[in-house]
C-alpha cells in the first residue's frame, strides 16, 4: 500500500522465505517494481550498515519505519529503539502497532485467538513480551522520541477487519518523531492515552 501511494518502501524481515514470499507478491504488479525492494536482514543489521554509511550518503536514512505486530516478539526492546533512531532521519516517524500487557489482551491474543479460534499458530505469541502504551512511550522518549499519539485498535475477526477502538486495552497504534539533537527536554507536549 505504501509503494502504491508513490513511497519507496523497503521491506526488511531476518526470515528469507519471508522475504521471498513477499518478492513474489511484489512481482505480480508492475507499479511496485521500482518503488518496494525487500532485505532478509535485522533492523539492527540494518542500523550499523547505516552508521558505518552515515558520514559519506545521508540517504540511507528514512522518513518514517512501521513496525507492525512486530515489537511483542522482540527480545530486546532497548535494542530495537537505538536501532530505530540510527536509520531515521531527524523528525522522522516511527510508526508501532503491538498488543497491550493486560489481563485481557492475554485473554484474547492467546488463549481466544490462539488456543480457541486457531487465527495464529499456538504458541506465536509471549504474554511476557508484550507492551503496555506507558512501557513503550517510557522506552522511546528516553531514546531520543517524542510520542505525538497513542489509539487503541479492535480486531472483528468475523469480518476480519481493524477499526480504531476509544481503549487500549487490547491492540494500540502509537506514532513517535526522532526527536533533533537540540531539542531540550520537556519542550514538547505530552501524548495522550485513552
Known sequence: ???RLGASVLGIDPVEDSIRIAQ???SHDPDLRDRVSYRACTLEELSGEGEAEQEEQTETQFDAIVASEVVEHLADLETFAISCSHVLKQGGSLFITT???TNLSYALAIIVAEQLLHIVP???HDWEKFVSPVELERLLESNGFLVQSVQGMLYNPISGAW???NSTAINYAL???KQDDETPPGDHHEATHS
Open 1 to 3: 500500500p505504501l509503494g
Open 24 to 26: 513474489l507478491h511484489s
Open 99 to 101: 498488543i497491550n500487557k
Open 122 to 124: 499456538r504458541g506465536t
Open 163 to 165: 477499526s480504531w477502538a
Open 175 to 177: 506514532h513517535a518523531v
